[in-house]
């Protein structure tokens, strides 16, 4: 009896009663005989129970109606509804009811699904409708609300994240791709600086060595100066000498002209004495041919000096031009000698200043290879762990330009005695730590754990101080190498 | 049935209530609550199998209408206040929001609507409108003309208020 359904019991209840019913009828009849009120009663006992099954029948279809909307519901359509509900039926309130509860149902999804699907869209005007909603299904519409706003404007910042993300990543392309070329352009240059430094030192080193070349070569040529100076004295000397001489000769033909007077005067008196007079006139004549030929040879020898004066007074001229030149020369030779000193020295000052460029130049090259390593390492963020930049971020503080420069290059040799040099290696190598570390992290599930990008974040942050300790001991060196 | 003559009393939803209503593709009422019932004055056997257009109030721009139609038809929200006809020709104003259902092969199977009591403020704002766009639609001489011409006017309306239909009767 317990395992039949509520109809099949109703029917077997109503069937029974009326089995019973006809049995006591039927007794009724054989104890009493047959009456005509007992079988209007029957009559009417059998139309009674028609209309009870009738109604039963009714209310089950009513129900069958009811269930099948509870079943369409339960599997997820919530489109059905009841209708042409009759008027007091018994199963009226129990339909509308359901229908009711359908309806908001039905409008609690409409609304939720419309609100989530214009947030999507970017429409926060487009809310949940609460009105009209009961209870459990208003206060969850109120949180629907809530966290449609918090979408909406959780997609806002992730747009504005988009762009900003997208903007940066390709000022971080350019950036890197900037940074070597800048790399590219220094390595030439320090290659160049290296060539104009060797050229400057050697120009130095043969400036020096030249100046005590020309020191000797000015030497030997105010010796020279000073010898046709001395030499021009006595050629002037030689022309007084000469000029004195002809005074002499002078005298000589004048003493010649007065004794040839005298011989004749002495001629004319021996002439007077007669021939007593004639061996002083042999005298006299011999006198005077005697002058004759002191004045013939004082002639010749005033001659020999005139021409022998016109020759010094030519050397003598020749000896002046000489010394003026001799004096110009001694000036342009003493300028040259200052000027020589002057361009030795500016060879001393721009190789200084050319190895402190050189030095100005590696340090920044340097400084553009620590750009790049941590810039490779935030591209990694985007480009990911297998990137030729997460490749890159590899290198650690010995394998590095600046590591094999200060370890073992000329860095070394150049610096190693500088205070400063002691502040390069911690913070170096901390840079590359802490790259390599952000690097471990982001092997993780960074994206989803805020916690992990915490460390992420903190990694590079170290990175950078370390780096700018770095880029400090750097520009330490290059001060402390060429200071004054 | 002949269409009520419209009256000035007015009826007005409760807060707490919804009118729910579903139609087949046609616009044929297949189901109504017993707030609609109430409110339209129709019981629901007159309702069930009538178009929806007997609530159609003659104070009602055309306009809105194809708005409606145009939305839910390709598959889309729509909201709408919309001035109603009872039965007994008293007016109701209601907030309607009507969504397309699908079957199970996503297929449109029916439109589903829920109006709601509006803002006193909106239906000010809605009336004030609607004049303005019956007022075009009768000038243009109705029909094709009227409705290009009161659709013009609420194109322009909104254009000026530099806002979209959806975001303007949402935002009012």
């Known amino acids: 009896m317990t395992n039949l359904s509520l109809g099949s019991r109703i029917h077997l209840l109503a069937g029974g009663a009326f089995i019973l019913y006809a049995a006591f009828a039927a007794l009724g009849f054989r104890a009493a005989g047959p009456d005509g009120w007992m079988i209007t009663l029957m009559a009417l006992s059998v139309v009674v129970f028609m209309l009870l099954l009738y109604t039963l029948h009714r209310v089950q279809v009513a129900l069958a109606r009811i269930t099948a909307r509870i079943q369409d519901a339960a599997a997820g359509n919530l489109e059905g509804r009841i209708t042409r509900i009759k008027k007091g039926a018994a199963t009226e309130a129990t339909a509308w009811a359901l229908n009711d509860l359908l309806d908001q149902v039905e409008a609690y999804f409409r609304e939720t699904n419309a609100a989530f699907e214009h947030a999507q869209k970017g429409h926060t005007y487009r809310k949940a409708m609460t009105a009209g909603l009961h209870g459990a299904f208003r206060r969850s519409l109120d949180r629907v609300n809530v966290s449609v706003e918090a979408m909406a404007e959780s997609q806002r910042l992730e747009q504005k994240e988009r762009l900003l993300a997208r903007v940066g990543e390709l000022s971080a392309v350019n950036l890197v791709k900037n940074l070597k070329d800048i790399q590219d352009f220094l390595i030439s240059q320090n290659r160049d600086m290296k060539v104009v430094a060797n050229l400057s030192r050697e120009t130095a080193q043969e400036a020096d060595a030249s100046t005590a070349g020309i020191q000797a070569i000015v030497a030997d040529l105010n010796r020279v100066i000073d010898l046709i100076a001395s030499t021009h004295g006595q050629i002037t000397a030689i022309h007084e000498k000469s000029t004195e001489i002809q005074q002499i000769i002078q005298v000589i033909t004048e003493v010649a002209d007065k004794t040839n007077l005298l011989a004749l005067n002495a001629a004319i008196e021996a002439a007077h004495a007669g021939d007593a007079g004639k061996g002083f006139a042999v005298v006299a004549e011999e006198v005077r041919t005697l002058s004759e030929n002191t004045k013939d040879a004082a002639a010749s020898i005033a001659a020999s000096i005139g021409a022998f004066g016109q020759a010094t007074t030519r050397m003598m001229d020749d000896a002046g031009h000489m010394k003026e030149i001799a004096d110009t020369s001694r000036s342009a030779i003493t300028e040259f000698a200052g000027q020589f000193q002057r361009f030795s020295e500016s060879a001393r000052t721009s190789l200084a200043q050319v190895s402190k460029a050189q030095d100005v130049t590696f340090a920044s090259l340097v400084k553009v290879d620590h750009f790049v390593f941590k810039q490779n390492g935030y591209r990694v963020l985007q480009a990911g762990l297998d990137s030729p930049e997460a490749q890159a971020s590899k290198v650690d503080h010995h394998g590095c330009r600046l590591g094999q420069w200060y370890e073992q290059g000329e860095g070394r040799q150049a610096f190693g005695q500088l205070a400063c040099f002691g502040q390069l290696e911690a913070p170096h190598a901390r840079v590359h730590q802490d790259i390599h570390e952000a690097m471990g992290l982001l092997a993780g599930p960074w994206a989803t754990d805020p916690e992990l990008q915490e460390r992420i974040l903190a990694a590079f942050q170290g990175a950078e101080r370390a780096s700018d300790q770095v880029m400090d001991a750097l520009d330490c060196m290059v001060g402390e190498r060429h200071q004054g | ?172």
């Open chain 2, 1 to 172: 049935m002949s269409r009520p003559m419209p009256t000035q009393n007015e009826r007005v939803l409760k807060d707490e209530d919804f009118i729910v209503s579903k139609t087949d593709l046609r616009g044929i009422i297949t189901y109504g609550n017993r707030v609609f019932i109430g409110i339209s004055g129709y019981e629901e056997s007159e309702l069930l199998g009538a178009p929806h257009s007997i609530l159609r109030h003659p104070d009602m721009p055309r306009t809105v209408f194809k708005l409606l139609w145009d939305a839910v038809q390709g598959g889309r929200e729509i909201n709408a206040y919309v001035k109603n006809l009872a039965k007994d020709g008293s007016f109701y104003w209601v907030f309607a929001n009507i969504t397309p259902s699908f079957d199970a092969r996503g297929a449109l199977s029916g439109y589903y609507s829920v109006r709601r009591k509006p803002k006193t403020e909106a239906i000010q704002a809605a009336s004030g409108l609607y004049r303005a766009l019956l007022e075009a639609e009768r000038k243009a001489g109705g029909g094709q003309e009227g409705m290009k011409a009161s659709k013009g006017l609420l194109d322009r309306t909104l254009q000026e208020k530099g806002v979209s239909y959806d975001e303007f009767v949402l935002g009012i």
